[in-house]
């Protein structure tokens, strides 16, 4: 297989680089799992796949939904700035995932109507912290979490360790990812946590443009991998402007196709959506009203899109947050009112 060729240019992702420090938290040591256990969440994921029984049935609901994340502001003033959050994202340690550290964020989520979207980070930054979590050496702390959102009143969705392609550019990380994450969903799975947790992988969508000659997307894929995400009925990608047109109408089904060479055939979530004033052509009221016009006529590709409202990984000539513009921000807060997200 051969990488999708382009001319190279920088990736987006050197401006978002350093998002959470989990990379940075020591390895913590944890209790074997039973036999019995180990044996059961070894099982292949793909093994008791059928039909319809998939998580992303848990928030389906037949339009597109939206939402925002917004460190360093409050719900209220990110809702009072751009309208109704329907989905909530956050980003969260090793160190805070495995001691319930998005447990607040997630009742109050969920007794304001909205759908909490928590992404965590390994153990240990890359490589290293995805052989340990595939190996099993995480799987009681792991396991512990997965009984608490069993409990939960209602779903969460939930990504490991977004862009991980960004995080490790040796020979076989991406095999290493893609092992540590099917772990995870199948101590989720043996845990009861899958009634309640639509446990969606992510890539930014850098990993997959024409124009990116370093990585190969099939580097960091595997069948396991593939066989989790159309267990679980959804996929995710993060996609930011880049200075060309290349929107959600050309960059969903491009990510489909690679996904369908898998035998995946499922709608894609957008974890991070953002513009910015420097890249005027479209401006970032066009883009945000091309890419948002086309989701929601195309909701059975497409299923979520969360706007990137922060000023992290911003710098002086790009900047994400919605309040760089009021055309920004009148665009999105106009794509919320007319979905009556929530």
Same mark, same amino acid.
């Given at each position: 297989?051969?990488?999708?060729?382009?001319? $190279?240019?920088?990736?987006? !992702?050197?401006?978002?680089?350093?998002? &959470?420090? *989990? *990379?940075?938290?020591?390895?913590?040591?944890?209790?074997?799992?039973? #036999? =019995?256990?180990?044996?059961?969440?070894?099982?292949? =994921?793909?093994?008791?796949?059928?039909?319809?029984?998939?998580?992303?049935?848990?928030?389906?609901?037949?339009?597109? !939904?939206?939402?925002?994340?917004?460190?360093?502001?409050?719900?209220?003033?990110?809702? +009072?700035?751009?309208?109704?959050?329907?989905?909530?994202?956050?980003?969260?340690?090793?160190?805070?995932?495995?001691?319930?550290?998005?447990?607040? #964020?997630?009742?109050?989520?969920?007794?304001?109507?909205?759908?909490?979207?928590?992404?965590?980070?390994?153990? @240990?930054?890359?490589?290293?912290?995805?052989?340990?979590?595939?190996?099993?050496?995480?799987?009681?702390?792991?396991?512990?979490?997965?009984?608490?959102?069993?409990?939960?009143?209602?779903?969460?969705?939930?990504?490991?360790?977004?862009?991980?392609?960004?995080?490790?550019?040796?020979?076989?990380?991406? !095999?290493?990812?893609?092992?540590?994450? %099917?772990?995870?969903? !199948?101590?989720?799975?043996?845990?009861?946590?899958?009634?309640?947790? @639509?446990? &969606?992988?992510?890539?930014?969508?850098?990993?997959?443009?024409?124009?990116?000659?370093?990585?190969?997307?099939?580097?960091?894929?595997?069948?396991?991998?593939?066989?989790?995400? #159309?267990?679980?009925?959804?996929?995710?990608?993060?996609?930011?402007?880049?200075?060309?047109? #290349?929107?959600?109408?050309?960059?969903?089904?491009? &990510?489909?196709?690679?996904?369908?060479?898998?035998?995946?055939?499922?709608?894609?979530?957008?974890?991070?959506?953002?513009?910015?004033?420097?890249?005027?052509?479209? +401006?970032?009221?066009?883009?945000?009203? $091309?890419?948002?016009?086309?989701? /929601?006529?195309?909701?059975?590709?497409?299923?979520?899109?969360?706007?990137?409202?922060?000023?992290?990984?911003?710098?002086?000539?790009?900047?994400?947050?919605?309040?760089? +513009?009021?055309? /920004?921000?009148?665009?999105?807060?106009?794509?919320?009112? %007319?979905?009556? $997200? *929530?």
């Amino acid at each position: 297989m051969t990488n999708l060729s382009g001319q $190279t240019t920088t990736s987006r !992702r050197s401006l978002l680089k350093g998002l &959470v420090a *989990g *990379g940075g938290l020591a390895a913590v040591a944890v209790a074997a799992p039973s #036999q =019995a256990f180990a044996n059961a969440v070894n099982r292949s =994921a793909a093994s008791s796949a059928r039909p319809g029984a998939t998580g992303y049935a848990l928030i389906q609901r037949g339009r597109l !939904r939206l939402g925002q994340s917004h460190a360093g502001m409050t719900v209220a003033a990110a809702e +009072s700035q751009s309208g109704r959050i329907g989905v909530h994202r956050a980003f969260y340690t090793w160190s805070q995932y495995i001691n319930g550290g998005d447990a607040g #964020q997630i009742a109050d989520d969920h007794a304001h109507g909205r759908i909490p979207w928590v992404s965590f980070k390994p153990p @240990v930054g890359g490589k290293p912290g995805w052989d340990a979590i595939a190996a099993g050496a995480h799987d009681a702390a792991i396991t512990k979490q997965a009984r608490r959102y069993a409990a939960l009143g209602k779903p969460i969705i939930q990504t490991f360790n977004h862009e991980s392609s960004n995080d490790d550019f040796t020979a076989g990380a991406g !095999r290493s990812y893609a092992a540590a994450t %099917s772990r995870i969903y !199948r101590l989720y799975k043996a845990a009861g946590a899958t009634s309640k947790v @639509v446990y &969606v992988p992510l890539q930014g969508y850098w990993l997959f443009n024409p124009r990116n000659t370093r990585d190969n997307p099939h580097d960091w894929m595997t069948q396991e991998l593939a066989d989790v995400i #159309q267990e679980v009925g959804v996929y995710s990608i993060d996609s930011y402007h880049e200075g060309d047109d #290349q929107n959600l109408d050309y960059r969903i089904p491009r &990510v489909r196709a690679f996904l369908a060479k898998y035998g995946v055939t499922v709608p894609v979530m957008v974890g991070e959506y953002g513009t910015c004033n420097n890249f005027s052509n479209p +401006s970032p009221a066009d883009y945000i009203n $091309t890419g948002i016009t086309w989701a /929601k006529n195309h909701v059975n590709q497409c299923a979520v899109v969360c706007y990137y409202n922060c000023s992290l990984n911003s710098k002086p000539d790009v900047y994400w947050p919605l309040r760089e +513009s009021t055309a /920004k921000t009148n665009a999105w807060k106009q794509q919320v009112t %007319s979905l009556a $997200t *929530g």
